[in-house]
Nanobody, 116 residues
Framework: QVQPVESGGGSVQAGGSLRLSCTAP????????IDWFRQAAGKQREWVSR???????SYAGYVKGRFPLSNDKAKDTVYLQMNSLQPEDAAMYSC??????????WGRGTQVTVSS
């Protein structure tokens, strides 16, 4: 089982930045994609972005270039750089190892808070 662990959340003011990390040992060897999701209190979980096994990326429309993905395969880590954060971005951010075999596991999430 490829179990991801998130880190990097915190509290920032509107317009600030955070970089979230999703570390999932073995995700490359098991050909897992990494998806980021977020869920605000009282709201449904929504998809943010995906790093596919081949390194290609895709993003939700509301991201609009603010949240680029990158990776470091040597560290088994995918990064979500979050820029120009707004209050509506506040949520619990979780990553998911999507795919087959040992993939399909959720991290426990990291909290992002944005104040006006």
């Amino acid at each position: 089982q490829v179990q991801p662990v998130e880190s990097g959340g915190g509290s920032v003011q509107a317009g600030g930045s955070l970089r979230l990390s999703c570390t999932a040992p073995g995700f490359t060897s098991n050909t897992c994609g990494i998806d980021w999701f977020r869920q605000a209190a009282g709201k449904q979980r929504e998809w943010v972005s995906r790093m596919s096994p081949d390194g290609s990326t895709s993003y939700a429309g509301y991201v609009k270039g603010r949240f680029p993905l990158s990776n470091d395969k040597a560290k088994d880590t995918v990064y979500l750089q979050m820029n120009s954060l707004q209050p509506e971005d506040a949520a619990m951010y979780s990553c998911y190892t999507g795919g087959t075999g040992a993939c399909r596991a959720w991290g426990r999430g990291t909290q992002v808070t944005v104040s006006s």
